[in-house]
């Protein structure tokens, strides 16, 4: 039985407890809830990669609540070091190279590389005051390849019956996954556009390049279909046509069964997307209004072209 508890000092508790023994705690953070489990213990590890129907050769982000810790896991460049001090905690994912054997190997999907977050989110805190300073390896909490959830809700609809418990605090602020960078000394490689905007990084890195998407296993993280609903998924339409479902943003003549952002505001359209596609999900094909490509518009449009991917199956 999947227990739903509200974010409370007492369910942070009961987490840190399950956690410690072994077991998995959906947690709800800035970007999207995410499915938790102890990164030093491979048997927990290993139940996410089943719990999710997840390819274990795609590697889960280790979680710390403390930014002083990723010393311990990762060698840090000063660029990395830098961006730790502006961006953390917060949405932003670092994959560095990896110094630690405490971490599951489980987690690792065979690489010498580890990716190291520090999100914001109040029960980070408490756990450190409980005394358990992690870290825990979190993918979203969603079936492997489905859209992340942004709601306890969603957690429940696709994970139910499989994990202990769920911590629910509402709404994910964010609504869309933590931008994921390749530090490579003093490069950086964008490997997901996410919540933070890559121009938000222009101050801070001279040598910024964008990963190529690619149909190939070996580059986690990457694969062209993910984040998708049941529909087929049209984009760039300008009407509804008969059988669709038509997601507007911003101000428009079609008749929309749901409007991102009424205002054309790409923070609120990030926050509502997930839900929307969850929501449309009951059609054939799922028609998308063009969404401007500029700010958090890049990571939006990434898990749309993503959501409209040929699945292969
Ligand atoms: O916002 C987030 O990052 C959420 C919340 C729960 O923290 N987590 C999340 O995890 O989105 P996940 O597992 O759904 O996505 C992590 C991405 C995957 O695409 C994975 O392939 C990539 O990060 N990744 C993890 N470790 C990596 C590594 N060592 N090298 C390259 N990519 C890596
Ligand atoms: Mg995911």
Redesign the pocket.
Known sequence: MTRVLKSSADSFKRAVDILRAGGLVA?P????????ADAANDDAVKKIYAAKG?PTH????A?IFDPKDAEKFVDISPLAQQLMDVFWPG?L?L?LP?TSEDISLA???G?D???V?C?KAKWAKAFLKLGFRGPI??????RSGHV?PTTAQHVLDDLGKTIDMIIDDGECP?G???T?L?IEGDKAIL??P??IPTEDFIPYISDLRLAKTTAQPS?????QS?YSPNASVRLNALEKRPYESYLAFGPTDVKSDFNLSLKGDLAEAARNLYSALRALDTVDTIAIAPIPRTGLGAAINDRLKRAAADKGT
């Not at 795609?58 to 982000?61: C, D, Q, T």
């Not at 390896?137 to 969603?142: K, Q, R, Y």
């Open positions: 947690l953070t800035e970007t999207v809830y995410g499915l938790a997840r795609n590697p889960l982000i979680h949405p994912t994959v990896k987690a690792g999907a690489l590389t580890l990716a977050r999100p390896v979190m993918p979203s909490a969603n992340s964010n869309i996954e933590s994921v390749k490997l997901r996410g919540a580059a986690p993280g990457m694969l993910h």
